[in-house]
C-alpha cells in the first residue's frame, strides 16, 4: 500500500459529478501535482483529502490507516492555501507558534521549533514582524512555516504561488522544493500552471472533469501524452 491512497473516490455538488471514481497513490516523500484546467476538481479532491469535505464514496488511506471518517484535526494533515490567511494581529513568530500553542507543546520546544521553521523558510530577522509588513512572497512562507511546524504526514497545497509575480513565484517553487526534500515531506500540490508542475513535482496527475486522465513524471508526461488533451494541455502539441 502507498503513503497515501485515494480510491474510488467521487464527489457530487446538486447533481453534478465533481470527481469521479477517482483513485490515486503517493509514495512517502514524494511531491505529486495535481494538474488541471479550472473547475476539474483539484481543490474539491484536496479538500477532501484534508478532511474539510466529505466523499460520497470512496476510501482514504494515510500511512496505513483508513481516515476516510478521521476528522480533519486528527488526520496530521498541513494545508496552505492561495490566501495566507495569516492572523495580522499576531507576529511572524506566533502566527508559526500559534498551532503549537493549541496543541499544548511545551513553551521551550515552541521557541525552537519555531525558530528552526523560521531559518528553514528563510524568514530569519522577521521574527518580530506583523503579516502587512511582509511581501505577498514573505508571507507565504509563514503560512508555509505554519503548516511544517506541526509536523504533517502530508503537506496539501492549494495553488499556494498563483497570486504572485512571476520571478517570486520561480524562487518560490525553487525554495518550496528544497525544503519539501530536506524534510523528505509528503506533498500534493493543486496548480493549473503546466511550467510549475513541470519544475518542481516528481510526479503529476492530470485531471479532467473529475477523472485523471494520466499520470507519470514530469519527463513521461511531456514526452508520452496519451491524448490530445494531455498534449495541448502540457504544450507539447503542433
Ligand atoms: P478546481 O480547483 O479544479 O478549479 P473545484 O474543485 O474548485 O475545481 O470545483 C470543481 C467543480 O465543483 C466546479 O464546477 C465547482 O463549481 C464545483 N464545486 C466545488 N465546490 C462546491 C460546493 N461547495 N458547492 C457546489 N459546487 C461546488
Ligand atoms: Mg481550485
Redesign the pocket.
Known amino acids: 500500500m502507498s503513503y497515501v491512497q485515494i480510491e474510488h473516490m467521487s464527489k457530487t455538488?446538486?447533481g453534478?459529478h465533481?470527481l469521479k471514481q477517482l483513485d490515486l497513490a503517493i509514495e512517502k516523500g514524494e511531491l505529486v501535482t495535481l494538474l488541471?484546467?479550472?473547475?476539474?476538481?483539484?481543490?474539491?479532491?484536496l479538500r477532501i483529502l484534508s478532511g474539510l469535505?466529505a466523499p460520497d464514496t470512496g476510501k482514504i488511506y494515510i500511512d496505513g490507516k483508513d481516515v476516510t471518517d478521521v476528522s480533519p484535526k486528527n488526520r496530521e494533515i498541513g494545508m496552505v492555501f492561495q490566501s495566507y490567511a495569516l492572523f495580522p494581529n499576531l507576529t511572524v513568530s506566533q502566527n508559526i507558534a500559534f498551532g503549537l500553542e493549541m496543541n499544548k507543546v511545551p513553551k521551550a520546544d515552541i521557541r525552537l521549533r519555531v525558530q528552526e521553521m523560521i531559518e528553514l523558510v528563510g524568514l530569519a530577522g522577521k521574527e518580530q514582524n506583523y503579516p502587512r509588513e511582509l511581501s505577498g512572497g514573505q508571507q507565504q512562507r509563514v503560512a508555509l512555516a505554519r503548516s511544517l511546524v506541526t509536523r504533517p504526514k502530508v503537506l496539501l497545497l492549494d495553488e499556494p504561488l498563483s497570486a504572485l509575480d512571476a520571478q517570486i513565484r520561480k524562487n518560490l517553487q525553487k525554495q518550496l522544493r528544497t525544503i519539501q526534500r530536506e524534510l523528505n515531506m509528503t506533498t500534493v500540490l493543486?496548480t493549473?500552471d503546466q511550467e510549475e508542475a513541470m519544475a518542481v513535482s516528481d510526479r503529476i496527475y492530470i485531471?479532467n472533469g473529475g477523472r485523471i486522465v494520466q499520470h507519470g513524471s514530469p519527463h513521461e508526461i511531456y514526452t508520452q501524452p496519451h491524448s490530445e488533451f494531455v498534449a495541448r494541455f502540457i504544450g507539447n502539441y503542433n
Open positions: 455538488f446538486h453534478q465533481v488541471g484546467p479550472s473547475g476539474c476538481g483539484k481543490s474539491t479532491l469535505t493543486v493549473h485531471m
